[in-house]
């Protein structure tokens, strides 16, 4: 199942499009048409799912100077387990995705706005 959200990027100034892919398994995160490696969530039985490379999730988002909060990988595989165990149906993952962009967003649009930070943001 594929979903979407667009997440503000401050650097282009408009919002990209990212997709996630939720298959039982697996979960995929990318920038679509993007030039960045995906990070990819693995189910393991009888363990916690691990990340290929988490770090991959943030220099994609990075590059495009949005800085999420640490939690964020925590909170995608939220999403995709409640979508694997039928908490959530398609309709309801793709709210629940929205409104993390949201979160997404307000936390960029929440950065320090003066001269000595838009240096470093």
């Known amino acids: 199942?594929?979903?979407e959200i667009e997440i503000y990027s401050p650097r282009w100034g408009h919002t990209d499009k990212y997709s996630l892919?939720?298959?039982?398994e697996t979960l995929t995160?990318?920038?679509k048409n993007g030039?960045?490696?995906?990070?990819?969530l693995t189910n393991i039985e009888g363990c916690d799912p691990e990340w290929d490379?988490?770090?991959?999730?943030?220099k994609m988002l990075s590059n495009d100077s949005i800085y999420p909060p640490h939690v964020l990988?925590?909170?995608?595989?939220?999403v995709w387990q409640a979508w694997r165990n039928h908490e959530l149906g398609s309709d309801e993952t793709q709210i629940?995705?929205?409104?993390?962009?949201r979160y997404l967003n307000d936390c960029t649009h929440a950065?320090?706005?003066t001269e000595f930070w838009t240096q470093y943001f």
């Open 29 to 31: 995160f990318k920038q």
């Open 53 to 58: 490379d988490v770090k991959a999730i943030f």
């Open 73 to 78: 990988p925590s909170l995608l595989e939220r």
């Open 111 to 113: 950065k320090p706005k």
């Open 1 to 3: 199942m594929n979903f």
């Open 96 to 101: 629940q995705l929205i409104e993390l962009a």
């Open 35 to 40: 030039a960045f490696p995906a990070a990819t």
């Open 21 to 24: 892919e939720f298959e039982r």
